[in-house]
């Protein structure tokens, strides 16, 4: 009987990692569709964006701020099955993200990995930066970057993920697109 018990334990354990890590997978899934569908979508136009979004509750300035590194802007919770994220839009600026609590950071980078490394024509896409760095407040962390441009343009698309795999990262997911002028 306690080897069925220990088998028995073994299993239901075996279960509630895969139920994390399908959540995980689904909250990764959840960030990657709204990225694309307000980042992506909206970052030629941001204002556009900033009005559809006017009726729905943003979040108060004291809590905002934090999502919007000490500049001014509008930040709103983004809800989901899967989990709440938050849409962070600064004033002035052609910079969008979204930041996400807890997802599964491997599947985050390779769907935005897909998204950026596949522009629309005649945009090419060149890897920027990818780096690891180890830090005190969430671990190790892996920003990943990509731009789009085409050959001689001033304005280029850059789009860059950041990543903290630790279970104890205030943030394990930061996406964000903006335009940048070089």
Not at 3 to 9: D, E, G, Q, T, V
Request: glycine letters at 6%; proline letters at 7%.
């Amino acid at each position: 009987m306690p080897k069925f018990i220990a088998i028995l334990l073994t299993l239901t354990l075996a279960a509630s990692n895969v139920c994390l890590a399908s959540e995980g997978d689904d909250q990764a899934n959840s960030f990657a569709k709204i990225y694309s569908s307000l980042c992506l979508k909206n970052l030629t136009n941001l204002e556009a964006l900033r009005q559809k979004l006017k009726p729905m509750p943003a979040l108060p300035p004291e809590k905002a701020g934090l999502f919007l590194a000490g500049q001014s802007g509008d930040a709103w919770p983004v809800p989901d099955k899967s989990g709440t994220f938050v849409l962070a839009l600064p004033s002035g600026n052609n910079f969008c993200a979204v930041h996400v609590r807890r997802a599964n950071t491997e599947t985050a980078i390779n769907l935005f990995t897909q998204m950026v490394t596949n522009p629309p024509a005649p945009l090419t896409a060149r890897l920027v930066k990818n780096e690891q760095l180890q830090t005190g407040l969430n671990g190790p962390t892996q920003t990943v970057s990509y731009e789009w441009s085409v050959p001689g343009a001033k304005l280029k698309l850059l789009f860059m993920l950041t990543t903290a795999s630790s279970e104890s990262a205030q943030l394990q997911v930061l996406g964000s697109a903006a335009i940048i002028t070089q």
